[in-house]
């Protein structure tokens, strides 16, 4: 019967929708000249599979077609979401469509499925499902849905019912929330992603009820109703597991794949801001390793022959999908605990092997295994079941992982991975299981088998004839191992039957893994600070606190120390300082991968209602991150803190590693504060720093005493300024000090260093601060005979902040030695001088320089008319080092190509530079689709300049301004507008200012497998 699910005639289809509507036919809009879908049966031979494996389908088209998400019920029958409503990147989700949840049944153990029922059918972006309390989740942004099924007949019982709203669905796009999976608290857990910013709440909610989320990790909890972010940060998360001691780890895409869930922490981010300003900085991936070339772009991996030999070795590349922890029993012991995830673009599976290192997790680079050589092969999603085997979800087409290119709705496979000949699981039903049967599935060699018994616990808890969770507490003392202690630990939790009591004993036990369950779940009803649907509890029980404050001094564990510091953030602020200073006692944990992080998360919020709480822990304490960070959020507050000039007393009676920690956050505090009010203890701390010759310090006290109001200061800058026997990075610091404080003879210092080669672009700088045509008239002569030419996009920049200025600039291009060349006016700087709106310079502009043609008709027109031109035999005669001297003219100050580059632009996740297509549509039309955090900024300052950049960050008193040539920190005070339009960093019309020869050769450098020589001078 293998080949059963082949033959759609023999199997039993159901319909088990309300009827109400006809489920659209799916139709296919990618296209596959060349690459014909390969049969399943023969797709399923290409695993390249260690000794003792074998690859099956379970399913495959037209039975599955199109799945995104699955799990199993409790008697252990598949439920699978496909979803046919994501579409190309400009229809975004086609909801003349409808997604559906259907269930398959393998009635007779083959490891086949031979019985389908569509459960229903009438679903718009759905991403997962989940299942439990007598109905069905199914997460459909903006909602998270529960479909009723008391009976369990897999016929609805009514309507769906919304149960959450506010997911966004829209620039989200293939970040959209995902990820339904049941944690062993009894939360029911998703994740969202980096491209849009949702206001998650119960329907009906006002915005002050909701929360904000971006990239994270959320959960649910199916009783009381609270939402809760459980931690920000990375991209794109589309995997998550729980490994045999309750620790949670996701995947993630490009910026690092390996994270290790820990509640209340911040990640770093692929781009933008935190949520949370105060938290300074992220913690970073938990692999020690990447999988794909660093040398390489990140967006140059697509698979199959066009992955490079380097990226393969490595992994396969940035892009993954699902995430198991195996503990299924079928395979061999040596995978038992092994973490694996499907490799998006590697077609493969990479396995981590999870290593205790300090307070957490290092992900080590197992041997990748179960390779495909299907190019079609899109895997999403891997689970075990209750066989122990491992099965596989498959989108299963050809696009790379965004379908630009359109979707392919008529395929999908799901494979099943099992080692020698599986024991078969039999015909059961958990859901009528009683209380000792349970316990006993909880012991099982299965870990399917133990979550979906404590799921039983949990679930019939709220129903007529509860279990009592106390018969799985009993049996703990009788288990060997931790892990099996644990099982039954959460499902006498999740039942309801554990008391503080209980686990205030717990918190004793002589294993790590007990004790940091135990703080956990004492505190597990209390919502995250500022990231729940509920607040922050106003008192908490004293011996709580007591218990914990002793454990958070003479515990040895750096876990149970990082659960307590995660517990920090549950707590009532009034609350925290015990706790915070025993745990800040440790000097061992200064370089933790995770705790000085983790503990800055929990005392940041100190500084506006407790400050000399927090000034004592920064004085007593023995983290320097900390001390650190609390002189920086101290000095932000405005007016001045006594706060701040206490620590600052206490510094000074400390070694001078801790005065300087306190320079150095009280530094990054006033970063691009033009003036602030000197606390009254700075002269008395400087005073205490006059023996450390650092050349930073000196510089940090320095700006900081100019900021002041110190003439002195001042006056030491300008000395340094023209020095040219100091060194040249401190004069230019010396000179950006002047800028930033801007005193009475600023234009003339400027003036008389625009003789001076090193620092005459930054003089120019200084000088487009004032609305003077004559500076623009003199910056513009001066351009080419006066600043060298790698200075001379600084001083293009300047000229193109001002209607006066730009108006010299235009006057002087031209071909002669002295004038500026037409060349040098990139796209960014045309776009900036037509941002004016000064109908007379864009005349004069399109008189020098020529029209940029951006109507949408003009973009597909031009796309339409290179691909004409641009075909692969004119490719093949490309120069490619010439391309990229072009690259590195037009592209490189932004983007990262084989390791060289800036980092400004968006990275485009999953891009396939190898696609004519893709490139044509990024580079002719880079607007099409903007993410929020790239939008583009345009800035009027009180000044008369107009500039123009993404915002990466802001504070309460400033933001930070990258544009094109430079990072500028500005008071927002300074701001007199502001625009945010849907336009990219990167203009329209580059190819406009390129003739057909540089265009081919850009192109062909683009979409190049490696890195090419610079042309020979």
């Given at each position: 019967?293998?080949?059963?699910?082949?033959?759609?005639?023999?199997?039993?289809?159901?319909?088990?929708?309300?009827?109400?509507?006809?489920?659209?036919?799916?139709?296919?809009?990618?296209?596959?000249?060349?690459?014909?879908?390969?049969?399943?049966?023969?797709?399923?031979?290409?695993?390249?599979?260690?000794?003792?494996?074998?690859?099956?389908?379970?399913?495959?088209?037209?039975?599955?077609?199109?799945?995104?998400?699955?799990?199993?019920?409790?008697?252990?029958?598949?439920?699978?979401?496909?979803?046919?409503?994501?579409?190309?990147?400009?229809?975004?989700?086609?909801?003349?469509?409808?997604?559906?949840?259907?269930?398959?049944?393998?009635?007779?153990?083959?490891?086949?499925?031979?019985?389908?029922?569509?459960?229903?059918?009438?679903?718009?972006?759905?991403?997962?499902?989940?299942?439990?309390?007598?109905?069905?989740?199914?997460?459909?942004?903006?909602?998270?849905?529960?479909?009723?099924?008391?009976?369990?007949?897999?016929?609805?019982?009514?309507?769906?019912?919304?149960?959450?709203?506010?997911?966004?669905?829209?620039?989200?796009?293939?970040?959209?929330?995902?990820?339904?999976?049941?944690?062993?608290?009894?939360?029911?857990?998703?994740?969202?992603?980096?491209?849009?910013?949702?206001?998650?709440?119960?329907?009906?909610?006002?915005?002050?009820?909701?929360?904000?989320?971006?990239?994270?990790?959320?959960?649910?909890?199916?009783?009381?109703?609270?939402?809760?972010?459980?931690?920000?940060?990375?991209?794109?998360?589309?995997?998550?597991?729980?490994?045999?001691?309750?620790?949670?780890?996701?995947?993630?895409?490009?910026?690092?794949?390996?994270?290790?869930?820990?509640?209340?922490?911040?990640?770093?981010?692929?781009?933008?801001?935190?949520?949370?300003?105060?938290?300074?900085?992220?913690?970073?991936?938990?692999?020690?390793?990447?999988?794909?070339?660093?040398?390489?772009?990140?967006?140059?991996?697509?698979?199959?022959?066009?992955?490079?030999?380097?990226?393969?070795?490595?992994?396969?590349?940035?892009?993954?999908?699902?995430?198991?922890?195996?503990?299924?029993?079928?395979?061999?012991?040596?995978?038992?605990?092994?973490?694996?995830?499907?490799?998006?673009?590697?077609?493969?599976?990479?396995?981590?092997?999870?290593?205790?290192?300090?307070?957490?997790?290092?992900?080590?680079?197992?041997?990748?295994?179960?390779?495909?050589?299907?190019?079609?092969?899109?895997?999403?999603?891997?689970?075990?079941?209750?066989?122990?085997?491992?099965?596989?979800?498959?989108?299963?087409?050809?696009?790379?992982?965004?379908?630009?290119?359109?979707?392919?709705?008529?395929?999908?496979?799901?494979?099943?991975?099992?080692?020698?000949?599986?024991?078969?699981?039999?015909?059961?039903?958990?859901?009528?299981?009683?209380?000792?049967?349970?316990?006993?599935?909880?012991?099982?060699?299965?870990?399917?088998?133990?979550?979906?018994?404590?799921?039983?616990?949990?679930?019939?808890?709220?129903?007529?004839?509860?279990?009592?969770?106390?018969?799985?507490?009993?049996?703990?003392?009788?288990?060997?191992?931790?892990?099996?202690?644990?099982?039954?630990?959460?499902?006498?939790?999740?039942?309801?039957?554990?008391?503080?009591?209980?686990?205030?004993?717990?918190?004793?036990?002589?294993?790590?893994?007990?004790?940091?369950?135990?703080?956990?779940?004492?505190?597990?009803?209390?919502?995250?600070?500022?990231?729940?649907?509920?607040?922050?509890?106003?008192?908490?029980?004293?011996?709580?606190?007591?218990?914990?404050?002793?454990?958070?001094?003479?515990?040895?564990?750096?876990?149970?120390?990082?659960?307590?510091?995660?517990?920090?953030?549950?707590?009532?602020?009034?609350?925290?300082?015990?706790?915070?200073?025993?745990?800040?006692?440790?000097?061992?944990?200064?370089?933790?991968?995770?705790?000085?992080?983790?503990?800055?998360?929990?005392?940041?919020?100190?500084?506006?209602?407790?400050?000399?709480?927090?000034?004592?822990?920064?004085?007593?304490?023995?983290?320097?991150?900390?001390?650190?960070?609390?002189?920086?959020?101290?000095?932000?507050?405005?007016?001045?803190?006594?706060?701040?000039?206490?620590?600052?007393?206490?510094?000074?009676?400390?070694?001078?590693?801790?005065?300087?920690?306190?320079?150095?956050?009280?530094?990054?505090?006033?970063?691009?504060?033009?003036?602030?009010?000197?606390?009254?203890?700075?002269?008395?701390?400087?005073?205490?720093?006059?023996?450390?010759?650092?050349?930073?310090?000196?510089?940090q006290v320095r700006e900081l005493n100019t900021l002041f109001g110190d003439g002195r200061a001042l006056e030491e800058s300008r000395r340094v300024a023209f020095d040219t026997k100091v060194e040249l990075n401190q004069?230019?610091?010396?000179?950006?000090?002047?800028?930033?404080?801007?005193?009475?003879?600023?234009?003339?210092?400027?003036?008389?260093?625009?003789?001076?080669?090193?620092?005459?672009?930054?003089?120019?700088?200084?000088?487009?601060?004032?609305?003077?045509?004559?500076?623009?008239?003199?910056?513009?002569?001066?351009?080419?005979?006066?600043?060298?030419?790698?200075?001379?996009?600084?001083?293009?920049?300047?000229?193109?902040?001002?209607?006066?200025?730009?108006?010299?600039?235009?006057?002087?291009?031209?071909?002669?030695?002295?004038?500026?060349?037409?060349?040098?006016?990139?796209?960014?700087?045309?776009?900036?001088?037509?941002?004016?709106?000064?109908?007379?310079?864009?005349?004069?502009?399109?008189?020098?320089?020529?029209?940029?043609?951006?109507?949408?008709?003009?973009?597909?027109?031009?796309?339409?008319?290179?691909?004409?031109?641009?075909?692969?035999?004119?490719?093949?005669?490309?120069?490619?080092?010439?391309?990229?001297?072009?690259?590195?003219?037009?592209?490189?100050?932004?983007?990262?190509?084989?390791?060289?580059?800036?980092?400004?632009?968006?990275?485009?996740?999953?891009?396939?530079?190898?696609?004519?297509?893709?490139?044509?549509?990024?580079?002719?039309?880079?607007?099409?689709?903007?993410?929020?955090?790239?939008?583009?900024?345009?800035?009027?300052?009180?000044?008369?300049?107009?500039?123009?950049?993404?915002?990466?960050?802001?504070?309460?008193?400033?933001?930070?301004?990258?544009?094109?040539?430079?990072?500028?920190?500005?008071?927002?005070?300074?701001?007199?507008?502001?625009?945010?339009?849907?336009?990219?960093?990167?203009?329209?019309?580059?190819?406009?200012?390129?003739?057909?020869?540089?265009?081919?050769?850009?192109?062909?450098?683009?979409?190049?497998?490696?890195?090419?020589?610079?042309?020979?001078?």
């Amino acid at each position: 019967m293998s080949n059963r699910h082949l033959l759609s005639a023999t199997l039993v289809f159901v319909g088990a929708t309300l009827g109400a509507a006809e489920f659209p036919t799916p139709y296919d809009s990618q296209k596959t000249d060349g690459n014909p879908l390969m049969p399943a049966a023969e797709a399923v031979t290409k695993f390249q599979l260690p000794p003792g494996f074998q690859a099956t389908l379970f399913a495959s088209e037209p039975q599955v077609r199109n799945p995104i998400a699955m799990t199993f019920d409790a008697r252990g029958r598949m439920w699978v979401a496909e979803n046919y409503t994501y579409a190309e990147s400009k229809k975004n989700f086609d909801t003349t469509l409808s997604d559906r949840i259907v269930v398959f049944h393998d009635t007779d153990g083959d490891g086949t499925s031979d019985k389908r029922v569509v459960f229903y059918d009438q679903l718009k972006r759905l991403t997962s499902v989940e299942l439990g309390f007598g109905g069905v989740y199914a997460l459909c942004p903006p909602q998270l849905l529960f479909i009723p099924d008391a009976n369990r007949d897999d016929v609805p019982d009514g309507e769906p019912q919304v149960l959450l709203d506010g997911f966004d669905f829209g620039p989200v796009r293939h970040n959209i929330a995902n990820g339904l999976k049941w944690g062993p608290d009894g939360w029911l857990y998703g994740r969202h992603g980096i491209q849009a910013t949702s206001k998650v709440g119960a329907p009906g909610a006002s915005d002050d009820q909701r929360v904000k989320l971006n990239c994270c990790v959320w959960r649910f909890h199916p009783t009381r109703k609270v939402f809760e972010v459980v931690a920000d940060g990375t991209t794109n998360s589309w995997g998550m597991d729980w490994n045999e001691h309750g620790e949670a780890f996701f995947i993630n895409t490009v910026i690092g794949h390996l994270w290790h869930l820990i509640p209340g922490a911040h990640y770093r981010r692929m781009y933008g801001d935190d949520l949370d300003t105060k938290t300074y900085a992220p913690i970073e991936q938990h692999a020690d390793h990447v999988h794909w070339a660093t040398g390489e772009q990140w967006n140059d991996v697509k698979g199959g022959s066009k992955l490079s030999g380097s990226t393969s070795a490595a992994g396969g590349g940035h892009a993954h999908s699902g995430l198991m922890v195996y503990q299924g029993g079928n395979w061999p012991a040596e995978y038992h605990g092994k973490l694996f995830t499907l490799n998006f673009h590697g077609l493969r599976f990479n396995q981590e092997i999870l290593e205790r290192e300090g307070s957490g997790y290092v992900g080590k680079h197992g041997p990748d295994m179960l390779q495909t050589s299907d190019k079609w092969f899109r895997g999403v999603e891997l689970i075990s079941g209750p066989d122990g085997a491992v099965y596989v979800a498959d989108w299963s087409d050809i696009g790379e992982c965004h379908d630009h290119d359109g979707v392919h709705r008529g395929s999908g496979r799901i494979y099943r991975f099992t080692h020698g000949t599986p024991k078969p699981s039999g015909t059961f039903d958990l859901g009528t299981e009683n209380a000792a049967a349970l316990v006993e599935r909880l012991k099982s060699s299965n870990v399917w088998f133990a979550r979906q018994a404590a799921q039983q616990f949990q679930q019939r808890r709220a129903g007529a004839q509860p279990l009592d969770g106390k018969i799985a507490l009993d049996a703990m003392p009788s288990v060997a191992t931790t892990a099996l202690k644990l099982r039954l630990l959460w499902a006498g939790s999740v039942a309801g039957s554990t008391t503080n009591e209980l686990l205030s004993l717990l918190v004793l036990q002589p294993d790590e893994h007990l004790r940091a369950w135990g703080i956990r779940l004492l505190t597990d009803a209390m919502p995250i600070h500022g990231r729940a649907s509920i607040p922050l509890a106003g008192t908490v029980d004293p011996a709580l606190v007591d218990s914990l404050t002793t454990l958070a001094s003479v515990d040895q564990s750096p876990l149970v120390r990082l659960a307590l510091a995660s517990a920090l953030q549950r707590l009532p602020l009034a609350s925290r300082a015990g706790i915070a200073r025993s745990l800040l006692s440790h000097t061992e944990d200064a370089n933790d991968h995770n705790l000085p992080l983790m503990y800055w998360y929990g005392v940041k919020d100190l500084a506006t209602t407790h400050p000399d709480a927090l000034v004592a822990l920064a004085s007593d304490g023995k983290i320097p991150l900390v001390r650190r960070y609390t002189a920086r959020r101290l000095a932000e507050i405005t007016p001045p803190s006594a706060a701040l000039d206490n620590l600052m007393v206490a510094a000074t009676g400390k070694d001078m590693a801790f005065r300087t920690d306190v320079l150095a956050g009280m530094a990054e505090a006033f970063k691009g504060v033009r003036k602030a009010t000197k606390p009254s203890a700075w002269d008395a701390f400087i005073e205490s720093l006059q023996t450390n010759t650092d050349v930073n310090v000196s510089k940090q006290v320095r700006e900081l005493n100019t900021l002041f109001g110190d003439g002195r200061a001042l006056e030491e800058s300008r000395r340094v300024a023209f020095d040219t026997k100091v060194e040249l990075n401190q004069r230019r610091a010396a000179l950006q000090t002047l800028i930033d404080n801007k005193p009475d003879d600023l234009r003339a210092t400027c003036e008389k260093l625009l003789d001076d080669r090193d620092l005459n672009a930054l003089a120019a700088r200084g000088l487009g601060m004032f609305d003077d045509a004559a500076i623009g008239e003199t910056l513009a002569k001066r351009y080419r005979p006066g600043f060298r030419a790698d200075a001379r996009p600084e001083v293009m920049a300047v000229l193109v902040s001002r209607p006066s200025f730009a108006k010299a600039l235009l006057a002087n291009v031209g071909d002669g030695a002295e004038q500026i060349p037409r060349s040098d006016i990139t796209p960014f700087h045309a776009r900036a001088i037509r941002n004016f709106k000064n109908k007379e310079l864009t005349k004069q502009l399109t008189a020098v320089w020529g029209v940029v043609r951006d109507s949408s008709e003009d973009k597909v027109q031009l796309i339409a008319t290179l691909k004409q031109k641009l075909t692969a035999d004119a490719l093949s005669k490309a120069d490619l080092s010439q391309g990229r001297q072009v690259y590195t003219t037009l592209c490189s100050a932004c983007h990262m190509l084989y390791g060289q580059g800036g980092k400004i632009g968006p990275d485009l996740t999953g891009a396939g530079r190898h696609d004519l297509s893709y490139v044509l549509d990024n580079v002719v039309d880079p607007s099409a689709v903007v993410a929020a955090d790239f939008r583009l900024a345009i800035l009027t300052l009180k000044d008369g300049r107009v500039l123009s950049g993404l915002v990466p960050e802001k504070t309460e008193r400033t933001l930070t301004l990258q544009t094109m040539t430079e990072r500028l920190t500005i008071e927002q005070s300074e701001v007199t507008d502001t625009q945010l339009i849907n336009q990219s960093l990167m203009p329209e019309g580059l190819l406009q200012t390129l003739n057909e020869t540089q265009v081919r050769d850009l192109v062909a450098y683009l979409m190049s497998k490696e890195q090419v020589p610079l042309p020979a001078k």
